[in-house]
């Protein structure tokens, strides 16, 4: 299939194409044309999977029992994602209690150490901010039909969205859930309709393309976030990935992270930093994602010296710190710096775009948006490395910050080298420059999304936009808006490379190398007492100019002091 | 008295000194490259060369220990005073005048005093404070959760640092004292051949011809 004529788009995260040239006007420009210059470019494209495809391999064989195109349910012509849904559940029917339990369905976390709810439906983020009061345009990646604002429905099973994640035709897209500013209508022009009793017909194991297309997304753009995941993914090499490789392992993510019923292993609130249960006996682990599930808790070969000093590591060094070479290495880039502070530069009263980074795969990136500011894109990236104890610590909407402690660390992560849970881990490390309430020294919620001018994606009003997403929360508000600089991490565990990729003893080993400035932990090559070393040479070098002194003095004298 | 070419150092003995020698000389090399003071091989190559290495001298050691206390031979590194002080003038002050070395080899006594000192120092000292230090490194794995761990590593490599600094400085006048008195290579044959110049009493000589006769020349 060829790529859709329409903004589809807007990524999963309204992305890309949302606003370009006249469409963002910020008046009216419902049904504006777009300029020559606007580009079509839709981060996850539908693109029709041949039947032959062989299938991802998953944490257990796909549909080896039922053909559900031979399915008497399933021989209508639906006429929406819900009815497709009932049909799903009127065979599997625990499957709609299963999901309801799932953070894909309820986007709420609640942390069992900090107490904190969390989740999308909560969370402050630093690249749009937050998803709260955004819902038409973000639940676009909520597994659910909808969801647009507070009267969205939780307890409706019939809202589930089963497609999205097990339709295996490749045809499926979803968009914003509601339409936004009439700027962003073009996002919807030309969308294909969807064929639901083709799709419903073939279902199966989520693959790459099915997670992916979320979650290569994040952060609004291919690859934005994470840097571990983009859409390289989709048809990895095995340098890039060598679980998912298309030609050799060919993984889909569930063959990580495995489910049941429903629940995935692996979330990224409470990470399992170090897993010392290993691979447990034949088919009991189904709640951890770890490389120890697999590969145990001595991976490497044992009758080496090498292997056995490798396998010493394991208890401080996560594998992903060796393993996982660089971030975004799959010529798709990932964003590592975004300033909101430059957000709304108009051009004749229109929202424009700049692009001024070529990615690896040759595709141009955009540098700046008006609906969202600059941009810095970056690939091949070293992450940052600290100690990790699996923990994330958020700031939510009613944390206090403390400004003088810029930049802040919006997702801390927690973890020391005195504890004993925590190793050295990867991490991707985002800087943004976002808005807060300088009186009340709080992050705020946009009001990005609607169809009205207090939206920033089309009224480009700041003050306007914070007001409404405040006040429909009843979150204090000082009306004092201004900027703060934030950090985010995000523990990086995809694109593992081949083993004789994997970073090498040197690179952390060395003085200014990778772990250069990590504290807690003695490491050879890169730690040494100054002083010891100082009295060590000297002793050394004393004892040469001592007998070079006692030599000479000999040599002067004429006499070699004869032993016999 | 009479001097006489004797086997002094048997076949062991020599080759324990030489294959010793090379191995400290690799664990030298590599140990500084994994400290970080030159990079000529890799960290990775460093690290596995050390560990094996010291292994190896860690077996010839356990050998030696037993064929010292089994031969008797230990006998010679019991320290007297001896003597000491004369050949400790002797290379302070004598040799510069031409002085002869004060010490004869004798049949139980093939070290000087001040060698036989310096060389126990070396085996009750230095080497188990190198040996000590660097098994407690490599089972690192073994203590790694107890408390406070990571800072008695920093204390344990700084000892096994500290006994390489002094190992290599012994190296340096062991082998400077070679060039005293005989030649250099004088000194290197006997730890060759085994045979050097030893004073023997009429009863050791006749002994020694009657019920060693391939070790008297």
Known sequence: MSRLPFALIVGLALTNSLFGGDAAKSSSAGGAIPPADFEFHPPYEPVLIPPDTPKERSGKEPGATTDHAKLEELQRDFQSGSEVTKACLSCHTEAGKQFMKSVHWTWEYKNPATGQVLGKKNLINTFCTNARGNEGACAQCHAGYGWVDDSFDFTDETKIDCLVCHDNTGLYYRTPQSEGHAACAIMFENAPPLDWKRMAQRVGMPQRRNCGQCHFYGGGDDGAKHGDLDSSLFHPGRALDVHMDEKGLNFSCTACHVTKQHIWAGSRYNVVAKDVEGTGKPGLRRDVATCESCHGGAPHPNLSIRGLKLNDHVDRVACQTCHIPELARGGVATMTNWNWRTAGKLKDGFGYFEHDYTQGNGEHRKTYKSIKGNFTWAENIQPHYDWFDGQMLYKTIDTKLDPSQQPIAVNAYQGSPDDPRSRI???????????????????????????????????????????????????????????????????????????????????????????????????????????????????????????????????????????? | MTLRRVMVYSRFERFWHWSQMALISALLFTGFGIHGFHRLIGFETAVTLHTGVALALILLWIFAIFWHLTTGTWRHYVPTTKGLWRVAQFYGFGIFKGEKHPYRKAYWRKHNPLQALTYLALKLVLFPAIWVSGIAYLLYFLWNDIAGASDLLSNVALIHTAAAFATLAFIVVHIYLFTTGHSFAEHVKPMLTGFDDVELSPEEEAYLEKDEPGHIR
Request: hydrophobic share 35%; charged share 25%.
């Open chain 1, 425 to 564: 881990w990867p991490f991707k490390r985002m800087h943004t420059v976002q808005p807060y309430d300088r009186v009340n020294n709080t992050l705020v919620y946009m009001y990005l999304w609607g169809d009205d001018e207090g939206a920033y994606w089309g009224g480009y009003d700041f003050a306007k936009s914070v007001e409404v997403g405040m006040k429909k929360y009843n979150k204090p508000y000082s009306g004092e808006l201004d900027f703060i600089e934030t950090y985010s991490y995000w523990p990086t565990t995809h694109m593992v490379a081949p083993s004789e990729d994997a970073v090498g003893c040197d690179e952390c080993h060395s003085r200014d190398g990778r772990l250069e400035g990590l504290d807690g932990v003695y490491l050879p090559g890169r730690d040494s007492n100054r002083w010891l070393d100082r009295i060590g040479l000297l002793a050394v070098c004393g004892a040469f100019f001592g007998v070079l002194g006692h030599g000479l003095i000999r040599k002067s004298l004429g006499k070699g002091g004869k032993h016999a």
